[in-house]
């Protein structure tokens, strides 16, 4: 019998960690297209512009409200949330 992938979802999609919480290069290639600096509500807008799977937009909206400069911003703040 073949046993289901761990996490149940493709590495690129998240994978296994924290659950509803995508990689930073994850979330980043759902966000192309942002003008920088941005805020919060502008990078959801974005995210399901470019229709992001659920998992990267839970990681998105549990983003602090602040503006971002750069992508490295977001990536920085990925990196801290539990």
């Known amino acids: 019998m073949a046993r289901a992938a761990e996490s149940g979802k493709k590495s690129g999609e998240g994978g296994r ?3 509803g919480k995508s990689s930073p290069i ?4 759902f966000l192309k ?5 941005a805020d919060k509500k ?3 807008q974005k995210a399901k ?3 992001a799977p ?6 998105i909206e549990k983003l602090p409200e602040k503006s971002y400069s750069s992508p490295v911003d ?3 703040e ?3 949330m539990r």
């Open 17 to 19: 960690g924290h659950p």
């Open 26 to 29: 994850t979330v980043e290639g």
């Open 33 to 37: 297209g942002v003008d920088f600096p």
């Open 42 to 44: 502008t990078l959801v």
């Open 49 to 51: 512009s470019n229709k």
């Open 54 to 59: 659920d998992d990267v937009m839970k990681t």
């Open 74 to 76: 977001i990536s920085k």
């Open 78 to 80: 990925i990196g801290h």
